[in-house]
């Protein structure tokens, strides 16, 4: 019998199976805070459950697992006093923290659409499958925000310069690109998702995975990788933001001058800050490292500029015309980047 904990979150147990499921289709499943909540309470309690073996996370409906947070929840959190918002990130990074230590096989189906606060929920995982279908991205620098759920910890272990240049343009990847990142582990075709995830139930996880998983395709991503390389730097020690855009138009690749032009129209701070967030993300030692990270800088955008006016722009009025502050990166100074990592808790912990 299915179990809901809530009408947004749909859980129940099949064969030592917790399979979870994120039900705000309409809304592409974007997180809230009483899913936050429910799912976390699910899977504690499944942690210690022994009839519970495995957990199975996917999203309702057919345009994919989860588009991220509700911004639009902390748009209006962030023009009042920030309270909600920096309550749902601590409890969502808690969330994410509880995924990647999980003591019990963590299946996430990461079909469709899969961005912000949808790789939180994937990407730590034990076994992370993509599909045919996927469209993942990162693009929290679009809307004057900075990428979070941890996603820098993944995104600084990427090879070369990749996870630099997903992360400062916000491009969407497919599922092959998905596991080039380091994102994801296997590739499930889409036809094949839901005869997978019943198997699991049967046969477990192992079985399932050699009878459903295949070879992905080529990725387009890592045929770039030279130029992304030359470009960007490394995550260790990324280019001054100017030298990569410069770099970037300068080259005779198509896709080069493409990728200048997206991140010369991201908010500038959102872009500097993003990559001092994964520079500093190659020396954290745990993914609690960098969600405390992640908070300290979530919760200083609350007081930015730009993170009010891109959602605005965006999804609120949706004029997509932001007007960022500062307005170039040439303007955005060491000071500004720096202030955005202050320790607002010396004794957070997640």
Request: glycine share 10%.
């Amino acid at each position: 019998m299915a179990i809901s904990v809530t009408d947004e979150i749909l859980t129940r147990v099949d064969g030592g199976v917790g399979y979870v499921t994120l039900n705000r289709p309409k809304a592409l499943n974007s997180l809230n805070q009483t899913m936050v909540d429910a799912m976390a309470e699910a899977l504690t309690a499944w942690s210690t459950d022994d009839t519970v073996n495995a957990v199975v996370l996917d999203g309702a409906g057919e345009r994919g697992l989860c588009a991220g947070g509700d911004v639009v929840a902390i748009y209006h959190s962030a023009r009042a006093d920030g309270t909600e918002a920096r309550k749902f990130w601590f409890d969502e990074y808690r969330l994410n923290a509880l995924i990647g230590r999980y003591p019990k096989p963590y299946v996430a189906l990461m079909d469709g659409i899969v961005m912000g606060g949808g790789v939180g929920l994937s990407a730590h995982g034990s076994v992370r499958v993509v599909t045919d279908t996927t469209k993942l991205a990162m693009p929290e620098v679009g809307i004057g925000f900075i990428p979070d759920v941890g996603g820098t910890y993944v995104l600084a272990q990427s090879p070369g310069a990749l996870g630099l240049y997903a992360a400062l343009t916000g491009s969407t990847f497919t599922g092959a690109d998905a596991i080039a990142l380091g994102l994801a582990d296997h590739f499930v075709p889409h036809d094949s998702l839901a005869d997978f995830a019943a198997d699991i139930a049967t046969s477990g996880v192992e079985a399932a995975l050699s009878r459903h998983s295949v070879e992905p395709p080529a990725s387009n991503l890592v045929t770039q990788r030279h130029w992304i390389d030359e470009c960007f730097g490394s995550t260790k020690e990324p280019k001054p933001l100017p030298e990569v855009i410069a770099g970037l138009r300068g080259h005779n690749a198509g896709p080069a001058n493409d990728a200048a032009d997206v991140i010369a129209g991201r908010s500038p701070i959102s872009v500097a800050v993003t990559r001092e967030a994964i520079r500093r993300a190659t020396d954290h030692q745990t993914l609690e490292d960098a969600l405390i990270q992640d908070y300290r800088v979530s919760c200083a955008s609350l007081r930015s500029h730009d993170l009010v006016e891109g959602i605005r722009a965006q999804l609120v009025d949706k004029d997509r015309n932001p007007k960022w502050s500062p307005a170039s990166i040439a303007a955005v100074t060491s000071d500004d980047v720096d202030a955005y990592f202050a320790p607002a808790d010396p004794d957070l912990t997640f």
